[in-house]
T-cell receptor, first 114, second 110 residues
C-alpha cells in the first residue's frame, strides 16, 4: 500500500491564481481531511469528509473548496490564492474499522503564494 | 471549543535520559488521543493512539498515558537517543477530526 499520497510536493503561485492540491489513499478509508500547518499556529483543520459525497467545514475553511466523488480521492481547491494561504498542507485518512480511528498522514504539500 | 496545550514548547536533554512530554486538553469529551512525531520538513508519523476507555499504550521505549477526566496525557520516552530528536505533537479527536497542540521540539544531545 502507498498509504496517503499528495501531489505536488512544492508549488509556487501568484496571488489570484487557482490550483488543486491532490490527495489519494489506497486503504479504503471512509474518512479524509485536510489540515494546514503554520509556524506558531500548529495544524488546523480546513475541511473533512466522512464518505463519498459528504464533506464538512473545519476551523479554517475560507478560501478553500473540497468535493469527494470517490472513496480514494479528496482534492483541495484554492479558487483565488492569497499570500495568507502560504502554508504546508497535509491530507489525512482514517477508518472506523476496528474502532481505532487512527489517522494516517500524507507527506505534505508546501505552497507559497507571492 | 477544544484547545490542546503542550508543555514544554522545547526541550534539550543529554542522550540516555528518560523524559516526559505533557499534553493537556480543555474538553474531556474525547474519543481518542494520538501522539505523532514530525521530523523537520516531513509529514506526521503516528506513534501511539489511546482510546478514551484506555489508560495507557506502550510501543518500544515509548509509553503514553491518558487521564481523560483531568484532560491530560503524557508521553514518556525511555533512554533517549539522538535519533529521537524531532517535534512531538499531541492531538485529540472529539466531534470533529483531530485538534492539535503546537508541539514540543525535542533535541537529544549525544
Amino acid at each position: 500500500n502507498a498509504g496517503v499520497t499528495q501531489t505536488p510536493k512544492f508549488q509556487v503561485l501568484k496571488t489570484g491564481q487557482s490550483m488543486t492540491l491532490q490527495c489519494a489513499q489506497d486503504m479504503n478509508h471512509e474518512y479524509m481531511s485536510w489540515y494546514r500547518q503554520d509556524p506558531g499556529m500548529g495544524l488546523r483543520l480546513i475541511h473533512y469528509s466522512v464518505g463519498a459525497g459528504i464533506t464538512d467545514q473545519g476551523e479554517v475553511p475560507n478560501g478553500y473548496n473540497v468535493s469527494r466523488s470517490t472513496t480514494e480521492d479528496f482534492p483541495l481547491r484554492l479558487l483565488s490564492a492569497a499570500p495568507s494561504q502560504t502554508s504546508v498542507y497535509f491530507c489525512a485518512s482514517w477508518s472506523s474499522g476496528g474502532g481505532t480511528y487512527e489517522q494516517y498522514f500524507g507527506p505534505g504539500t508546501r505552497l507559497t503564494v507571492t | 471549543k477544544q484547545e490542546v496545550t503542550q508543555i514544554p514548547a522545547a526541550l534539550s536533554v543529554p542522550e540516555g535520559e528518560n523524559l516526559v512530554l505533557n499534553c493537556s486538553f480543555t474538553d474531556s469529551a474525547i474519543y481518542n488521543l494520538q501522539w505523532f512525531r514530525q521530523d523537520p520538513g516531513k509529514g506526521l508519523t503516528s506513534l501511539l493512539l489511546i482510546q478514551s476507555s484506555q489508560r495507557e499504550q506502550t510501543s518500544g521505549r515509548l509509553n503514553a498515558s491518558l487521564d481523560k477526566s483531568s484532560g491530560r496525557s503524557t508521553l514518556y520516552i525511555a533512554a533517549s537517543q539522538p535519533g529521537d530528536s524531532a517535534t512531538y505533537l499531541c492531538a485529540v479527536r472529539g466531534n470533529t477530526p483531530l485538534v492539535f497542540g503546537k508541539g514540543t521540539r525535542l533535541s537529544v544531545i549525544a
